[in-house]
């Protein structure tokens, strides 16, 4: 199903945007899975569309006033692609569907049934296994979180690297940790595309 995101108004599959909710008082929350109740516009995961977006492209699109800030919405969106990876790496648990550990991961990559890698940013000796750093070299794995957070959300002790065995959950783990990636409010700040000016 194709949106359009409201910073470029480009109309893409909906998968590669973020839906984002607005809120009873004209604030916006975003939404990673897209199923949150209330009116929502859709945006691309980027700095430059969400300095278009908000306030002018989603108060146009929603046809209301929003009060919100581009600043705080790379902030929540943030927020939210970390809760939303976490949340996932649980699902998979519970579903079965991760493989947790190096001897673990690396026989899920060798068997082919590795659809993504989560590598903890605090475990070297995991990014240095040969066939992990192989998968972070091809864009097949991704870094994320500590390895005390992945341990917990699988209800298990520190963990480095998890394998993600199933293609949805990690399509969405892939999508979350990209909202990871979003300039914070003072790298923004400091960027130059970060400046706008407008005439007329």
């Known amino acids: 199903m194709e949106r359009t995101c409201v910073g470029c108004r480009a109309s893409v599959e909906a998968s590669e945007l973020v839906r984002l909710v607005l809120g009873p008082d004209g604030s916006l929350a975003a939404d990673p899975r897209g199923g949150a109740i209330g009116r929502g516009a859709w945006v691309h995961p980027t700095q430059e569309c969400v300095r278009r977006a908000v306030p002018r492209g989603v108060s146009h699109a929603l046809k209301t006033n929003v009060k919100a800030t581009a600043d705080a919405l790379l902030t929540e969106l943030a927020a939210a692609g970390r809760r939303r990876a ?15 550990g190096a001897t673990a991961v690396t026989e899920a990559i060798e068997h082919g049934l590795a659809e993504v890698v989560v590598v903890a940013t605090d475990a070297r000796a995991g990014a240095e296994l040969p066939l992990v750093a192989a998968a972070l070299a091809h864009d097949q794995a991704v870094r994320f979180g500590t390895k005390a957070e992945l341990g917990t959300a699988l209800g298990r002790g520190d963990i480095g690297v998890v394998a993600i065995l199933d293609q949805g959950i990690s399509a969405s783990l892939k999508r979350a940790t990209a909202l990871l990636e979003l300039p914070s409010p003072r790298q923004a700040r400091g960027s130059k595309d970060a400046i706008v000016t407008e005439t007329g």
């Not at 976490?86 to 947790?100: D, E, F, N, P, W």
Request: glycine letters at 6%.
């Open 86 to 100: 976490l949340a996932l790496i649980a699902s998979a648990g519970r579903a079965k569907k991760a493989a947790a």
